[in-house]
């Protein structure tokens, strides 16, 4: 838009987990993956980041450095520890009041755009844009509409309050960014989303990272047989990333060919996430139930070197979730040159694509059928891993930083063109009554 100031510095919100924790375990995911590599891109683009996050333990420092260009910024809201996803409700509006002392401590017009992710940031996004008379871009990451349709037997519905919540952060965005085309029209068809201000943004996998490489080597580093049939599953242990499915395909693999028994290991990398199957044992109660203790290896959460070993290491990585906005774990493993089956559901077949195997449904004897086709057939994993390398090509996280400063761009420009665009956000009128 020509005129339009350029945007110079991003409120990033990340209420309910910190950009600093390891991804992998109790609520730090995907999204804190996706924060800090975006964060630090804009950065390396001249765009100041500052990332709102709640402090979770006591002493922490206010601000944290990422890299220069991206600060860190712990808000107290609600006690440090002991206090679960579903009580921040609760906490919004003293981390709202928060944010909003940061800013009154700036100089004024400081932040030109507010950036949210997941609907509790959408909240406070909402209100901090409104008052700044900023655009608000916000990144849903997951849906509780979505993850209400395909629960997992025995897991929690999300509730009404978080369903309603995050409609409210739908009418109130400028922009809303949706990982795939999918994930776009759930929005829209289920929280009846404006489709204009809806954009798709792909996420990225970090290509210098995770590479292929040497499987042996690999394999020596982490204490694995050179000879076995790895199947790897990583993330947060929790019903709806159900890792249980894997174990029980392995187990009815193992019932079929017995001969297998000396030479397979199914490795579980991650922490607990939340409860049910997050409860530490309940996983490896589970394994001795099928018998296959012996070939199942827990492993804490890893770092991203160690991890792109993992992938290395591997002969597949299941990725057997109930709903997945996206499944950076499924781009990350191919991008290391290891095919994926996956649950053909969500973002799944585009992160997977044509280079691994889709499943539908949780079955059991479908998974241990799909992976033993994995495993035994080398000519077909030699042929999946070469077309894996070349799909996850196509996701970096340059590419979706650059997609989201087109996306900050077009949204401060609409601001700016449209004082009526403005005044509806002020006066809280929905778009819709203006023509
Ligand atoms: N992850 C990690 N170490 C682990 C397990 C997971 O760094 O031990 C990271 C993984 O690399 C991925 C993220 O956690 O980037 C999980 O993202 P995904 O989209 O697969 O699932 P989400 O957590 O968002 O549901």
Redesign the pocket.
Known sequence: MPGAAPIRRVAMLSVHTSPLE????GD???????VVEVAKRLAARGIEVEVFTRATTGGLPPEVELVPGVQVRHVTAGPYEGLGKEDLPGQLCAFAAGVMRAEAARPEGWYDLVHSHYWLSGQVGWLAADRWRVPLVHTM??MARVKNIHLAKGDTPEPTGREIGEAQVVEAADRLVANTDGEARELIDLYDADPARVRVVP?G?DLGT?TPGDAAAARAELGLPADAHVLLF???IQP??APDVLLKAAADLLARRPALREHLVVAV???P?GTGLAKPKALQKLADRLGITPQVRF??????E??AQ?YRAADLVA?P?YS???????V?AQACGTPVVAAAVGGLPT?VGDSGILVDGHDTTDWSHAIESLISDPALRADLSRTAVRHAAQFSWDHTTERLVEVYAEAHAARTASPIEDARVLAGIPAAVIP
């Open positions: 390891q991804p992998g375990t730090a995911g995907g999204l804190n993956v996706y990451h997951t996420p996998v995770f990583v993330g947060r709806l990333k990398v991650g922490g996430s492993v804490p959460p890893a770092a991203r160690r991890l993992w990725v979730s997945e906005s996206f499944g950076l774990v499924a990350e992160a």
